[in-house]
Structures are given as structure tokens and as C-alpha cells.
């Protein structure tokens, strides 16, 4: 999972946490990479939604999360990537608690709300 720069471990998700869920949502290992269940292994992403891909610095499935975003613009899909500087997985969750992470909910808001005016009808 995430490198040592995102943080393995002591930032409220660990990789033994990923590792768990991941058990949990896809128990065949083998399913794993399958486009079906991670869109990170699509072949073809043409068609998709416009997407706002929003990642934490300190979150070990950070490195997938960047990978993911680069893809649906070379499908020529609009996408608006932000990694959220200090942040950790799930930091929407205390916003009434950080002020940090308040702001950075409103940032994510501002870029959901921008992408869906520029293209739903």
C-alpha cells in the first residue's frame, strides 16, 4: 500500500486496516485487480462520470487514489484531482474538531458542486 511518505501506520487507517476491508469487500483474491470491482484496473474509462478525486497525504491508500485520478482524463473524461495537504483518511469525519479539516471539506464541496455545474444539465 502506501509508501513511507504517506504513513503506514499512526494516522487513524493503517494497511493492516486496508488489508482487512479489502478481505472483507472482495474476499477472492483473485478479484482484486478486476475492473469490476476497482475501476484503478479498468482498461477503458471512456464514458465515465466526471469525477472530483479527492486524496490525503497521510493515508495509505493515498498512492491508489493518485493513480486512479491520472486515468480518466487520458479517456478524455473530466476529472479535478486535490490531495489535501496534513490530512488523514477519513478527514471529514472530525470537522467539527479540525478546523483543518473543516476547510478541507469545503474545498472538496466547492469542487463537487463546480464539477457538477460545468456538466450536468
Known amino acids: 500500500m502506501g509508501d513511507s511518505s ?13 488489508a482487512w476491508g479489502a478481505e472483507q469487500w472482495v474476499p477472492d483474491p483473485s478479484r482484486r485487480a478486476d475492473a469490476e470491482v476497482s475501476p484503478l484496473h479498468a482498461v477503458d474509462l471512456r464514458g465515465l462520470p466526471p469525477a472530483v478525486v479527492v486524496t490525503a497525504e497521510h493515508d495509505p491508500l493515498r498512492d491508489e487514489g493518485d493513480a486512479y485520478a491520472a486515468r480518466p482524463a487520458v479517456a478524455n ?11 488523514i483518511h477519513g ?15 469545503e474545498r472538496v464541496f466547492a469542487a463537487v458542486t463546480d464539477m457538477l455545474g460545468r456538466h450536468v444539465r
Open 6 to 18: 504517506s504513513g503506514d501506520t499512526g494516522w487513524g487507517l493503517t494497511t493492516d486496516d486496508v
Open 77 to 87: 473524461v473530466p476529472v479535478r484531482h486535490r490531495c489535501e495537504a496534513g490530512m
Open 91 to 105: 478527514f471529514l469525519t472530525p470537522d467539527t474538531l479540525s478546523p483543518a479539516a473543516a476547510a478541507a471539506g
